[in-house]
């Protein structure tokens, strides 16, 4: 199964619920993807969930990975789409 | 790194003398009166362990390679600088209050710029024995209260001037294994909830005053400390058993008079002794990063906006033209403070022991915004919650079975909307504008970090004025 990490911002002044979008992103992949601590190196992927566009969250330690990137809440959607068609699920 | 309820437990074994209305506190960490600032501090701890905020809350240490706690970090880059901005509103927002663990921070930042300067213009080895006691403080993940006000007597006369000499703390005496220190420091932040003190001079010194150019750090029980803790206005709130009346139900902020009586300080300790030439460098420094510090207001500012926003919805009052302009006022105001905080540190630069420095300018610019526009939002914040935020009954008589009901009915505002509910938000504004909370919010806005006419003095002197006039001049065609 997908072995995907999460990354969030430090949410100073976030614009959506970031943590809510995560829960929507793990319930609309449950049973398609396994969510991993971000350390975890067998994880092929990486959601970065930022609080605004600054988009100011370090992802240097996830740079071997696929990375995909969420501003806000429509992106928890678009990102459910991305990881199916991607992974033909 | 510590979680929360470790913080908590290390604070249980230290042996603080702290008297709070006359008596000694024989349980610092369990009073009700003090409780209410662990828990702010605590939540520096526990953020620091949710990956939602860690980002912020964390850093990478340069002189260990390991996972830190941001509060113990020394800023090795200007995103360094922005992340503590935007970490000091995030907790603001969180807390409601002063979170207390920034002034530390900002001490040792200062510090590593200090004891560098001075080594390299006299030889000592004051650089080396901070970083040694910087990386104790990253591995134990301490809270360090930064030590800088003294007492100071009359205004208008110098440390060595003073009718009593302790007006500014000093040494006392020297020894072969270090010093003596007597005096006070005023209005500490979280000083009973540090595990250490840090102590730094308060003013720039001359020759005479240099048995008080001193800076140190100490164990915050070690011998010869007393503490004495600061009222705040309806502090006594948090004795009553509900919770209604205190507007902020869990965190607070708190002060205090320490009191150094003959305490002795190892030299491994001593970060300056008598380089009276580098007291006013210090002070600038630690200023200049508290003045940046004060993003926490706008994260505060951010919890009263959204407070009125709710005062206005549940009275019916949010419609109007003029509560819209005066919210999107309130806004425009705590953004305008947050910019500041983010430019000073954007346009910081890298000192010679290799730390980020906030741009000193901007970051007093910013502070002189935060001696004017807390108070402002606050006044919109009063003038949309109405008067009811002053004149309100007491939780007991919104409980009490003989009157109770006239409560609820009298201070009903939207017909869907529990009395209660009111109550508690306009207790909110209330704790923040006028309560405990407004210490932190308001007069800490006017005089922490130094009173207005400090950054006024530090924008004068840091302004280039002379290619301002040049430009005028060759603008206009004046050749002298
Ligand atoms: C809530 C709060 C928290 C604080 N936390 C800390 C902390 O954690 N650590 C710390 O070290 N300090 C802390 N401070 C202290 C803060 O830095 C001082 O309050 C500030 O430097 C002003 O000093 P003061 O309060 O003694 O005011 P005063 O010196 O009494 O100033 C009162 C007025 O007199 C003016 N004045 C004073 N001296 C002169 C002079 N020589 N010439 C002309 N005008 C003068 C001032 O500009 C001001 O307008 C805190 C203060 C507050 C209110
Ligand atoms: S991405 Fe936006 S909300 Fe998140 S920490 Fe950065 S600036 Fe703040």
Not at chain 1, 7 to 17: E, H, I, M, T, V
Not at chain 2, 203 to 231: C, Q, V
Not at chain 2, 282 to 290: C, R
Request: proline share 3%; with cysteine.
């Amino acid at each position: 199964m997908l072995k995907i990490g999460i990354k969030f911002c430090g949410g100073c002044n976030p614009a959506f619920d970031r943590v809510a979008a995560v829960e929507k992103i793990k319930k609309g992949l449950e049973g398609k993807a396994e969510f991993v601590p971000l350390n975890d190196e067998t994880s092929e992927m990486v959601i970065a969930v930022m609080g605004c566009g600054n988009a100011c969250a370090e992802l240097g330690e996830t740079r071997e990975k696929q990375i995909i990137i969420i501003s806000d809440i429509d992106g928890a959607d678009a990102a459910i789409e991305e990881i199916k068609r991607k992974q033909k699920v | 790194m510590k979680t929360g309820k470790e913080y908590e437990e290390s604070l249980r074994k230290l042996n603080l003398n702290v008297y709070l209305f006359g008596k000694k506190v024989a349980n610092v960490v369990d009073d009700p009166i003090i409780r209410p600032s662990m828990n702010a501090v605590k939540m520096t701890y526990e953020m620091a362990a949710m990956p939602e905020y860690e980002d912020l809350m964390t850093a990478t240490s340069h002189i260990t390679g390991k996972k830190i706690n941001r509060f113990t970090h020394i800023h090795q880059s200007t995103t360094d600088l922005v992340k503590k901005t935007k970490m000091e509103r995030l907790l603001g927002a969180q807390t409601g209050c002063c979170f207390q663990r920034c002034v530390g921070m900002d001490a040792m930042n200062a510090l590593s710029i200090t004891t560098f300067n001075i080594d390299k213009k006299y030889g000592t080895e004051y650089n080396k024995r901070f970083l040694k006691y910087l990386e104790f403080v990253q591995a134990e993940d301490l809270v360090c209260d930064g030590a800088m006000t003294d007492p100071k007597g009359d205004r208008a006369l110098a440390p060595s001037q003073q009718k009593d000499p302790d007006m500014f703390l000093h040494v006392v005496e020297e020894r072969a294994d270090g010093i003596v220190v007597t005096g006070a420091k005023a209005h500490q932040t979280g000083a009973v909830n540090s595990h250490e003190i840090i102590v730094m001079p308060t003013i720039s010194m001359r020759e005479e005053d240099k048995d008080y150019a001193i800076s140190f750090a100490l164990p915050s029980d070690a011998k010869g400390i007393t503490y004495i803790y600061g009222r705040q206005s309806c502090d006594t709130r948090k004795l009553e058993k509900g919770l209604l009346d205190r507007g902020n139900q869990i965190f607070g902020g708190h002060e205090a008079l320490v009191v150094f009586e003959k305490v002795f300080v190892p030299w491994e300790r001593v970060f300056m002794y008598k380089e009276y030439d580098f007291a006013g460098e210090l002070v600038e420094n630690f200023a200049s990063y508290h003045r940046q510090s004060y993003a926490c207001k706008v994260g505060v500012g951010d919890v009263l906006i959204g407070a009125t926003q709710v005062a206005a919805d549940y009275n019916g009052a949010n419609k109007a033209s003029h509560v819209k302009d005066k919210i999107i006022e309130m806004n425009h105001l705590n953004e305008t403070l947050f910019c500041g905080s983010l430019a000073c540190a954007e346009e910081g630069s890298k000192q010679p022991s290799g730390t980020y420095l906030v741009n000193v300018l901007l970051a007093n610019v910013c502070k002189q915004n935060v001696t004017r526009f807390p108070y402002e939002i606050a006044r919109l914040a009063q003038d949309i919650a109405g008067g009811l935020m002053v004149t309100m009954p007491s939780e007991d008589d919104l409980n009490s079975p003989e009157i109770g009901h006239y409560v609820k009915k009298y201070f009903q505002g939207r017909a869907d909307v529990s009395t209660e509910n009111r109550m508690k938000i306009l207790r909110l504004i209330e704790n923040i504008t006028l309560g405990t909370a407004a210490v932190g919010y308001l007069t800490e806005s006017m005089h922490g970090a130094g009173s207005p006419q400090a950054q006024r003095i530090m924008i004068a002197r840091q302004v280039n004025m002379a290619e301002k006039m040049k430009t005028a001049k060759k603008l206009c065609g004046i050749k002298e």
